[in-house]
């Protein structure tokens, strides 16, 4: 089952019951106005980090309580859940998240909502469609395709790749916040050791879609990223990295890749790991 989808494959699947079209909204959209402005017909629309992480600890929520809230959102086990993201990372942060957490039928939109328009497709601003609870069992996380920074520590030096999707700005050590907004996120600046800059919207195209294979491998290779290699993918707050991660595995066919999802927040702030500048 291809984890990307295009505008077309949503309209087909438009009345589909088990379809569900979720908007994910980004950073400071806590009213969701990219969602209200327009959207496309049929999603709903999710705050990333509520429904995307612990309520209470930096970690994503445990098999019951993922149960639990895709029980409330009408999602069953075996729902196809189709993500797209305002910014376009949040949308395959959100498609790396529910395969973390188990949930096995998955989609992207491809492009999110500039490449639907760009289809010629209608953006509209209907009210969300209502949802019914229905049952969710509890399922394993896939921890493979996870890294915490201990591991981490102990891969520099060696022969695993580890990639940084963060901005030039960023990998430089100039910023420690996004090109645009505040300039925080960690009290040092810099990269992790060894880090190799891969910036993902370089992956994308001028409508947001994934640019072709071919181009994604020639893009990919100068880092030394290959099939046969162990690889680490970070940048700020994981958003991004999994944009890394969903090339490599997903269109390349990569399959020993896992997101650091401390990034640099985490490295950023703790005590005696080295910086690279």
């Excluded at 060696?158 to 505040?182: A, F, K, N, Q």
Aim: aromatic share 10%; hydrophobic share 40%; proline share 6%.
């Amino acid at each position: 089952m291809s984890a990307l989808v295009n505008a077309a494959w949503v309209h087909r699947h438009r009345n589909d019951p088990k379809v569900k079209l979720i908007e994910i909204a980004g950073l400071g959209q806590d009213d969701l106005q990219a969602y209200k402005s327009g959207h496309v017909p049929g999603a709903v629309c999710w705050k990333w980090m509520p429904m995307l992480w612990d309520s209470h600890q930096r970690d994503f929520p445990a098999p019951e309580e993922f149960a639990r809230r895709c029980e409330q959102a009408g999602i069953s086990n075996d729902t196809t859940v189709v993500f797209y993201g305002e910014p376009v990372q949040f949308g395959i942060y959100a498609w790396w998240t529910f395969k973390y957490c188990g949930h096995t039928r998955v989609k992207v939109l491809d492009g999110a909502r500039t490449g639907w328009a760009a289809a010629g497709r209608p953006l509209v601003t209907d009210e969300p469609p209502s949802t019914a609870p229905v049952k969710y069992e509890p399922v394993k996380r896939v921890e493979r395709m996870r890294i915490h920074r201990d591991k981490v520590f102990k891969a520099l030096g060696g022969d695993t790749v580890i990639l940084d999707g963060r901005s030039h700005e960023e990998y430089r050590g100039e910023r420690v916040g996004g090109p645009v907004g505040p300039d925080v996120g960690a009290l040092r600046y810099g990269r992790i050791p060894g880090a190799k800059h891969v910036f993902f919207e370089d992956l994308l195209d001028a409508n947001k879609a994934f640019k072709p294979v071919e181009e994604l491998a020639r893009l990919v290779a100068p880092s030394g990223a290959a099939a046969d290699k162990d690889i680490i993918t970070y940048c700020r707050m994981s958003h991004r990295a999994t944009v890394l991660q969903f090339v490599l595995t997903q269109l390349l066919g990569y399959k020993k890749v896992k997101v650091y999802d401390g990034s640099w927040t985490e490295w950023g702030n703790l005590v005696g790991v080295p910086v690279e500048r």
